[in-house]
């Protein structure tokens, strides 16, 4: 009975035993799909930009942008014209049509023969109408030289914003200690840091407004030179004898205030000058009679 009993559970676990064993070589015999799928994923992806639209690649891989240069422009130009006065009142009006100002002017009329008519000029002119200045300037007679600089000044312009956010909100924390500060040492403690911060916000703002503002503005330094040499005006004859008449007269009085001065000396001398010719008058005598 025993056996009989044990029989029927050993035929059993034995079977499950087999069957286990099958399904395990039939699971490690079969292909992998998770892993076909993965590298089938993997390829997708890495095929994905070609099919995928421009537009929809340009912004997957379009490059960063760059700032815009910050320039302070300055030209330099020498025009010859034919006449350096009509030049000035044309340049002022052209200053006018392009929104500048005129912060320089030194003009030389010839005062010699072969001496040419010459002046300068320094213009402010906004950056954007730069080179059109230029050429409404060019028009004005033979260009013999121009010359243009640009000094790119955008990472001092960085620097000086960073600088004055971060000394800003110094300024903001100082404000709030002292505000909770108790003590009359701890309030003047922290009014005299929060002075000094407020003055270096002062200077670099001062110094960031100076840079943006030749960055916003050109300098044009124009040289003319008239084409001809010129001669020296001539005077009004009344001014010529006028001119006279006033060195003839402070001629005579200082003539006169000689002669005074002269006999002044001679007054203040006179002992002496007649002892002298005292002398030579006796000598002279006693010359005659050894002769």
Avoid at 135 to 162: H, P
């Amino acid at each position: 009975m025993i056996c009989s009993t044990l029989l029927p559970r050993n035929s059993t676990l034995l079977v499950s035993v087999l069957l286990g064993g099958l399904i395990f070589t039939s699971c490690a015999s079969a292909p992998l799909p998770t892993n076909r799928a993965a590298s089938d994923i993997v390829a997708n992806k890495a095929a994905a930009p070609e099919s995928v639209p421009n537009g929809n690649v340009a912004q997957e891989t379009a490059p960063v942008t760059r700032a815009r240069p910050q320039l302070i422009k300055k030209a330099a130009m020498t025009v010859v014209v034919n006449s350096v006065s009509q030049s000035i009142d044309a340049i002022s009006q052209i200053i006018t049509k392009q929104q500048g100002d005129l912060i320089g002017l030194n003009e030389s009329q010839p005062t010699k023969e072969n001496f040419r008519h010459t002046a300068s000029i320094q213009l402010r002119i906004p950056q954007n109408l730069l080179e059109p200045t230029l050429t409404e300037l060019a028009k004005l007679g033979t260009v013999e030289s121009r010359n243009i600089t640009a000094e790119d000044v955008g990472d001092r312009l960085i620097d000086f914003q960073a600088r004055l956010t971060n000394l800003r909100k110094t300024e903001a924390n100082l404000q709030k200690i002292m505000d909770r500060a108790g003590s009359v040492r701890d309030v003047l403690s922290v009014a005299q840091e929060l002075s000094q911060v407020r003055q270096s916000i002062e200077q670099i703002d001062a110094q960031l407004k100076n840079l943006q503002n030749q960055v916003a503005y050109s300098t044009i330094t124009l040289n003319l030179e008239a084409a001809v040499s010129g001669t020296a005006p001539q005077r009004a004859v009344g001014t010529q004898i006028q001119e006279t008449w006033n060195k003839s007269t402070q001629s005579l009085g200082s003539f006169t205030v000689g002669l005074l001065k002269l006999g002044i000396w001679l007054m203040v001398y006179s002992p002496y000058l007649l002892i002298i010719a005292m002398g030579f008058y006796g000598f002279t005598r006693w010359r005659r009679r050894e002769v």
